[in-house]
């Protein structure tokens, strides 16, 4: 699901060229985040008029997330986010909200966060937490750190950010553009940051992806097994 904040937002994105492409994989609608904070007993306020030094949109994209999986449960990620292995052994392995953690910051990153229903009472500690602290619904500036009372599973960085982990063949430092650069590597499913489920690439949206890239290589794994699953069976041989 595509989410907009209007009608308006929602027609201007399916007329573009990018909402065409994303109306043929997903479902484009629109969320009123002022309504529903209404009905969460909330004060759009404190939305708003932030505090802290990031932007009112950003705080406003922190809350909707929270609403939107108080309404419908699921999955939200950020659409920076690249998924290249199912993510149903998490969703066996862990039916309670979660969310990933930074791999050296003492608070997690809300790009991935899960949430097994509608109305869980752990998301909703998460609302009521942000909500009683006044500082828009930003994990960092809000101070949700490990031992804040809120028991949020937090599932290991290299789960779904194995560019930020130092020390590994894939760690790019802060240079997530490296993800689009030229490579002389070969990069694969099969080879790429084996036991990651996702790949966070942290706002390079202005980045070219060269033809090279592990983007792109990864891309054209995803396709390819796509078409070969697509691939209608072979006929079966009559018998003389």
Same mark, same amino acid.
């Given at each position: 699901?595509?989410?907009?904040?209007?009608?308006?937002? +929602?027609?201007?994105?399916?007329?573009?060229?990018?909402?065409?492409?994303?109306?043929?994989?997903?479902?484009? *609608?629109?969320?009123?985040?002022?309504?529903?904070?209404?009905?969460?007993?909330?004060?759009?306020?404190?939305?708003? %008029?932030?505090?802290?030094? %990031?932007?009112?949109?950003?705080?406003?994209?922190?809350?909707?997330? /929270? #609403?939107?999986? /108080?309404?419908?449960?699921?999955?939200?990620?950020?659409?920076?986010? /690249?998924?290249?292995?199912?993510?149903?052994?998490?969703?066996?392995?862990?039916?309670?909200?979660?969310?990933?953690?930074?791999?050296?910051?003492?608070?997690?990153?809300?790009?991935?966060?899960?949430?097994?229903?509608?109305?869980?009472?752990?998301?909703?500690?998460?609302?009521?937490?942000?909500?009683?602290?006044?500082?828009?619904?930003?994990? +960092?500036?809000? *101070? #949700?750190?490990?031992?804040?009372?809120?028991? /949020?599973?937090?599932? !290991?960085?290299?789960?779904?950010?194995?560019?930020?982990?130092?020390?590994?063949?894939?760690?790019?430092?802060?240079?997530?553009?490296?993800?689009?650069?030229?490579?002389?590597?070969?990069?694969?499913?099969?080879?790429?940051?084996?036991?990651?489920?996702?790949?966070?690439?942290?706002?390079?949206?202005?980045?070219?992806?060269?033809?090279?890239?592990?983007?792109?290589?990864?891309?054209?794994?995803?396709?390819?097994?796509?078409?070969?699953?697509?691939?209608?069976?072979?006929?079966?041989?009559? !018998?003389?």
């Amino acid at each position: 699901m595509m989410w907009t904040d209007s009608e308006e937002t +929602k027609q201007k994105l399916i007329s573009s060229p990018v909402g065409k492409v994303i109306g043929e994989h997903s479902v484009i *609608g629109v969320f009123d985040v002022r309504s529903e904070m209404e009905l969460q007993g909330g004060n759009m306020n404190q939305v708003s %008029t932030p505090s802290s030094a %990031t932007s009112a949109p950003t705080h406003e994209a922190n809350l909707a997330r /929270l #609403l939107m999986l /108080l309404k419908y449960g699921g999955l939200w990620f950020d659409v920076d986010t /690249l998924f290249i292995r199912p993510f149903d052994p998490l969703f066996s392995a862990y039916p309670t909200p979660f969310v990933y953690g930074w791999e050296y910051k003492r608070f997690p990153n809300n790009a991935i966060i899960y949430s097994p229903k509608p109305q869980h009472p752990i998301i909703l500690d998460l609302f009521n937490y942000f909500q009683e602290r006044g500082n828009g619904f930003s994990f +960092k500036f809000d *101070g #949700l750190t490990y031992d804040s009372p809120v028991s /949020l599973k937090v599932l !290991p960085c290299a789960w779904f950010d194995p560019m930020w982990i130092q020390g590994s063949p894939f760690y790019t430092g802060d240079r997530f553009s490296s993800f689009f650069s030229a490579s002389n590597e070969q990069v694969s499913l099969a080879n790429f940051a084996p036991g990651a489920f996702a790949v966070h690439w942290h706002n390079e949206y202005d980045t070219a992806p060269d033809a090279t890239s592990p983007y792109e290589q990864l891309l054209g794994d995803m396709f390819a097994r796509r078409d070969e699953q697509q691939q209608p069976p072979p006929p079966q041989e009559q !018998p003389p």
